[in-house]
């Protein structure tokens, strides 16, 4: 069994910063460092999109509309990944998922929930 649980949602003004959190469980725990890990985001109405991924050997990729304001990170001794978001925008609002990939395996957490808004 894979768990994957996001933490660190939650409501912030435009301009403002939030981290999102992702710990790892279960049988990714002990291969987490080999999985390309990522955050997605899904807004009501719309596609689930790519926010940032990183893969295992640290290299990062964003989605051009969140360069330069969000940062992932991954802590493979912990199993933990992370989100950095700074500046956030009213169209940032989504919720937030964490995604664990390799070879044939793809696992999803449940989502946080991130609000911008004044």
């Known amino acids: 069994q894979v768990q994957l649980v996001e933490s660190g949602g939650g409501l912030v003004q435009p301009g403002g910063s939030l981290r999102l959190s992702c710990a790892a469980s279960g049988s990714i725990a002990s291969i987490f460092s080999i999985y390309t890990m990522g955050w997605y985001r899904q807004a009501p109405g719309k596609q689930r999109e790519l926010v940032a991924v990183i893969t295992s050997d640290g290299s990062t990729n964003y989605a051009d509309s969140v360069k330069d304001r969000f940062t992932i990170s991954r802590d493979n001794a912990k199993k933990m990944v992370f989100l950095q978001m700074n500046s956030l925008k009213p169209e940032d609002t989504a919720v937030y998922l964490c995604?664990?990939?390799?070879?044939?395996?793809?696992?999803w957490g449940q989502g946080t929930q991130v609000t911008v808004s004044s």
């Open positions: 995604n664990g990939r390799w070879v044939g395996f793809d696992y």
